[in-house]
């Protein structure tokens, strides 16, 4: 069909021209009902046979509709004024840092509303959790945030120990080991942060450096559990493996070399003229507002509010381990600013270095590795709780993650387990923090939030 | 501030009948809430000097459909200042078909941060929470059918001519 029909195609006369004659034609309703179907009938046929020529099933048939139907924008032609116009941000662009789409309002440069439509990685984690016993529900943990996945299993075992009851039996050698792939991994999700954030306000070369010496922690942490980034090392009452041997020394190797690179870090990249002049004074999230959106991690702490739960809460050994607090000072700008949230990741990964110094002393001292140690000695038979609930969360890099248990006391099953994520809170106030900035500028408040769409969709 | 001091306090300003402390062997206490006056209650938490619980943690749904005929809606409220912890259940009578789902108030008038909480139960255990600014689904597409955390929910053969294989 040549034809190409639109929407206003009514009943009535027609004046074709062709060459220097008119031709008058003339269409009844039932005629232009059938020859709509006949042109989507004759598209779709074409479309089939050329789907098959490529040897494909057709899956299903493409309709117009589809995407109004499925995820339809807040807003409509009808709600918006008349200067204002739509901007379809994502899902599928670089910097929304995964599979996120912003629907963004414009009034010229200016973004007057940002309406984020989330759901493109849906997982359905805590329906899959309602069917799998607690161990088998920890690679799914590992998924949430998989660029922190030693640190969300850690959250999610202790959870798990604490409704058992063991969490005060746990041997201090598997803590103090689980506190030290913890941190490691939380200073190479903060060097994605830092990296990618650079690369979205246009400095590509910190984003390089951070990598390369990511890549060390990625093949450190794979030497521990045998997986690069989803570990499944943490289990329910120990760890998978102990530590290898030699990795203590090599482990502190490492740490000797990483911490004059985060130096060189902050200067290029936090005392670098133009991030300052793209990050200070942008997105400004003010303490009483973040605290109210339920803002944790290192937003809440760029906020100026000294909230760490490794310290509210003091779990594991972390209240044997001294370390400070960073908090954002407003150095460079308005406190709680994009540039107060990078400084704040950039300090953690210092206070991360102290902490992995002091695991690996206790580690080669006094709890040292002897012949008879068992990682999976306390490691339960059969996981089944009592009937109960609990709530219990713990600070990953992102933020508070926490979950919540309902056990009913007669299955190896949770009869719920609820997954509460600290980005998916903590993007909820983009709108409110990006609403009069520039259209540039929600790029870079978006990187500074730090985003995992696998931890967010869930 | 232990949660028998809270629920006297609770039960000094709104009557005895809004809270039942229900203790559980080893998990975590709570209180339950009678949804009428579940919006006071809350307020009256987040703003009174002597509780002040400024953070909402988390807000979800559990259907208890094998057993009982409720829904539980079940609030984790902590304090930043005194570093309190609180879970608060409103227990809701479950649909049953034909009817519709059950509703309580919401909360987003009080945190902002309930108004995504509240879109996500909302979306996946199907509890409409009334006089909430923005109520559609977050996660799943805006016409998936059913609610996928409810326990006798069924997985669809089919969603837009695409087969959903389980």
Avoid at chain 1, 67 to 87: A, D
Avoid at chain 1, 133 to 150: G, K
Avoid at chain 1, 320 to 343: N, S
Wanted: with cysteine.
């Amino acid at each position: 069909m040549g034809l190409r029909w639109n929407t206003k195609l009514e009943a009535g006369s027609w004046k074709l021209k062709v060459g220097r004659r008119a031709i008058i034609l003339s269409f009844t309703h039932s005629h232009i009902h059938t020859l709509k179907t006949m042109s989507i009938e004759a598209h779709n046929i074409e479309n089939s046979i050329n789907l098959k020529k490529r040897g494909k099933e057709i899956q299903y048939q493409y309709q117009p509709d589809n995407h109004e139907k499925s995820e339809p924008n807040k807003y409509k032609r009808s709600n918006l004024k008349r200067e204002e116009m739509v901007i379809n941000l994502g899902p599928q662009h670089p910097s929304t840092h995964g599979v996120l789409r912003l629907e963004v309002v414009t009034d010229g440069e200016i973004v007057v509303d940002v309406v984020p439509h989330l759901g493109y990685l849906h997982r359905c984690f805590e329906k899959h959790a309602e069917n799998l016993p607690y161990n088998q529900i920890i690679p799914y943990v590992d998924r949430l945030d998989y660029l922190a996945a030693m640190n969300c299993e850690h959250v999610y075992v202790m959870g798990v120990e604490k409704m058992l009851g063991i969490d005060k039996e746990i041997p201090k050698r598997v803590e103090y080991i689980r506190v030290l792939v913890c941190e490691l991994n939380r200073i190479a999700s903060h060097f994605v942060a830092i990296g990618t954030y650079g690369v979205d306000i246009g400095a590509f070369t910190p984003f390089l450096w951070l990598m390369r010496d990511r890549e060390h922690i990625m093949r450190m942490l794979e030497w521990v559990s045998g997986a690069r980034m989803l570990y499944n090392y943490i289990w329910v009452g120990g760890l998978f493996y102990d530590l290898p041997v030699g990795f203590e020394e090599k482990c502190q190797e490492f740490i000797d070399y990483l911490e004059p690179k985060i130096g060189e870090i902050e200067g290029l990249l936090l005392e670098n003229k133009i991030f300052i002049q793209r990050t200070a004074n942008v997105g400004t999230l003010p303490l009483d507002l973040a605290i109210n959106y339920g803002v944790t991690g290192p937003l809440l702490r760029a906020s100026g509010l000294k909230y760490d739960l490794r310290k509210v809460d003091g779990y594991s050994v972390y209240p044997e381990l001294e370390f400070e607090v960073p908090i954002g000072k407003g150095e460079m700008g308005a406190k709680g600013d994009c540039w107060d949230r990078t400084y704040v990741r950039v300090r953690e990964c210092y206070e991360s270095i102290k902490i992995i110094n002091q695991c690996l002393k206790r580690l080669q001292s006094d709890l040292k590795r002897t012949r008879d140690f068992d990682p999976q000695s306390h490691v339960p038979k059969k996981i089944r709780p009592k009937a109960q609930e609990l709530y219990f969360r713990g600070e990953t890099p992102k933020g508070e993650l926490g979950f919540y248990f309902k056990a009913d006391g007669r299955s190896d099953i949770p009869y719920r387990c609820r997954c509460r994520s600290g980005t998916y809170v903590n993007l909820s106030v983009i709108s409110e923090i990006s609403r009069g900035s520039m259209l540039s500028d929600l790029i870079a408040i978006l990187g500074s939030i730090d985003i995992v769409m696998g931890e967010i969709d869930r | 501030m232990t949660l028998n001091e809270l629920k006297e306090l609770i039960e000094e300003r709104f009557g005895i009948a809004t809270v039942m402390p229900s203790a559980s062997p080893s998990g975590q206490n709570f209180l339950i809430i009678f949804k009428e006056r579940l919006v006071e209650v809350l307020q009256f938490l987040y703003s009174s000097d002597k509780t002040y619980f400024d953070f909402l943690s988390s807000i979800t749904g559990v259907d208890n459909e094998p057993t009982g005929a409720t829904i539980d809606v079940i609030y984790n409220l902590y304090s930043i200042p005194y570093d309190h912890h609180l879970m608060i259940k409103v227990e809701l009578r479950r649909n049953v078909e034909g009817e519709s789902i059950p509703e309580i108030p919401s909360v987003s008038s009080i945190w902002r941060t309930a108004d995504w909480l509240e879109r996500e139960t909302y979306d996946l255990v199907g509890i409409n929470f009334t006089n909430h600014p923005d109520m559609r689904r977050i996660l799943l597409p805006a016409d998936w059918e059913g609610h996928p955390l409810r326990k006798d929910y069924k997985n669809p053969d089919y969603y837009h001519g695409i087969k959903v294989e389980y």
